[in-house]
């Protein structure tokens, strides 16, 4: 079977389904690892909102990904969740430049990232690979308004809230009931 590589983005804001999407790719193909960055110690396994779980591996360094390429030969697709935190200081190494370079040695990047963070601003990372990918899937949540959520609204902290959970804190927006909190 001729097998070309390519790099998949998928991007979005938060409650948009870029985990449920991972695990959909997982479960498509065969020969393929899902991994984390080690600092996102919330999960032991790689979990979707809604509670379906598969098995990841958390790296820190460009030498852990070449390890477990190393010790998986027959692996073709690398499935990168949270890819904006791929970067100073959470992991070492331009995982750009890694992610190019396997793609030459015929093997794909599906990646599922955050566009925007809280404030609004975008993530260089996410749209950097967005830039040289082959494909970009973008996922939408809803806001509630009803609208498509394209951005993460951070809730305003105050003393009576003391959850600190992700889901507690942040919330799908559209781009009109988006606001940055002070
Ligand atoms: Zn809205």
């Not at 509630?144 to 919330?171: H, W």
Request: overall charge negative; aromatic content about 10%; charged content about 25%.
């Amino acid at each position: 079977m001729f097998m070309k590589a390519e790099i998949k983005v998928y991007s979005g804001p938060m409650f948009a389904g870029k985990t449920t999407a991972l695990i959909n790719e997982y479960n498509a193909n065969k020969n393929s690892i899902a991994i984390r960055p080690s600092y996102d110690t919330r999960w032991s396994e790689l979990s979707s909102h809604d509670g379906i779980k598969i098995p990841s591996i958390q790296v820190k360094t460009i030498a852990d990904l070449e390890g477990i390429l190393t010790s998986n030969p027959h692996i073709t697709t690398l499935l990168f969740d949270e890819i904006h935190f791929f970067d100073e200081p959470m992991f070492e190494g331009n995982i750009l430049d890694f992610i190019i370079q396997i793609k030459n040695r015929e093997i794909s990047s599906y990646v599922f990232g955050l566009d925007y963070d809280w404030r609004g601003n975008p993530f260089k990372l996410t749209d950097d690979l967005i830039n040289i990918s082959d494909k970009n899937i973008k996922l939408s949540g809803s806001c509630s308004c009803g609208k498509p959520s394209v951005r993460t609204q951070k809730k305003v902290l105050s003393e009576s809230i003391f959850d600190i959970g992700a889901e507690n804190m942040y919330l799908p927006s559209c781009l009109s009931c988006f606001k940055v909190p002070e």
